[in-house]
Each structure stands twice: as structure tokens, then as C-alpha cells.
Nanobody, 125 residues
């Protein structure tokens, strides 16, 4: 099973930016639909953004649309989440996920079979 490792989290002030990375252990990464989810304390895991295998199509939750950008570089086995205009309510552990069975997937976390360990993003007001 593919291993996913996130990086790039940290502490930032409201209005600031961070870029998260998710690197996969296998070159088959280039065939997977990928996504970012987040989970704040006491809340359920929440869909943030997803991208098709080629990067040709992207989808966002309403709460991050216009502020976050998901992308991928299949030559580097890496997916990114550029987060701008961060708000305190963006504070959460961010997880990358892969649907290793499909190049296109959906918003439900149940569709993804491979997960990273998570990286903490904290936005101070």
C-alpha cells in the first residue's frame, strides 16, 4: 500500500499563508485521485479539496474556495495545498488521502483508502 507523508504545517497569523505537501512512496501515485481533509478538535473529518489523477480537475469545499489551491506534480509523486488568507477556523490537523483504486473520486472520506499521518495547521487571530 502506498505510504503518504505530509509536511508544511505550522503556526501562522490570520491572513497568512502556508503550503502543505504530500509525498507518496510509489510512482503509481500518478494514477490516483488525491484529496486533502482536515479535522479540528471535537469535530468530524472534513473534506477540503480534491484533484483528479492528471490534475486536470479540482474541487473545493465552499469554506476554502478562492483561498486554497490544490495541485500535484506526478513527476515528484507530490501533491500540494497552497493556503492563503488563512483564518482561525482553518485550524486543524490536515490529512492527505489517496483513492488508489480510481483516478477520479469524490468528497467522502470513505472513498479514500490510503492516508497520511497528518500535519497540524494553527492559525492565530
Amino acid at each position: 500500500q502506498v505510504q503518504l507523508v505530509e509536511s508544511g504545517g505550522g503556526l501562522v497569523q490570520a491572513g497568512g499563508s502556508l503550503r502543505l505537501s504530500c509525498t507518496a512512496s510509489e510512482r503509481t501515485f500518478g494514477t490516483y485521485a488525491m484529496a486533502w481533509f482536515r479535522q479540528a478538535p471535537g469535530k468530524e473529518r472534513e473534506f477540503v479539496a480534491r484533484i483528479t489523477w492528471s490534475g486536470g480537475m479540482t474541487y473545493y469545499s465552499d469554506s476554502v474556495k478562492g483561498r486554497f489551491t490544490i495541485s500535484r506534480d506526478n513527476t515528484k509523486n507530490t501533491m500540494y495545498l497552497q493556503m492563503n488568507s488563512l483564518k482561525p477556523e482553518d485550524t486543524a490537523v490536515y490529512y492527505c488521502a489517496a483513492d488508489s483504486r480510481h483516478g477520479y473520486s469524490g468528497n467522502s472520506h470513505h472513498l479514500y483508502d490510503c492516508w497520511g499521518q497528518g500535519t497540524q495547521v494553527t492559525v492565530s487571530s
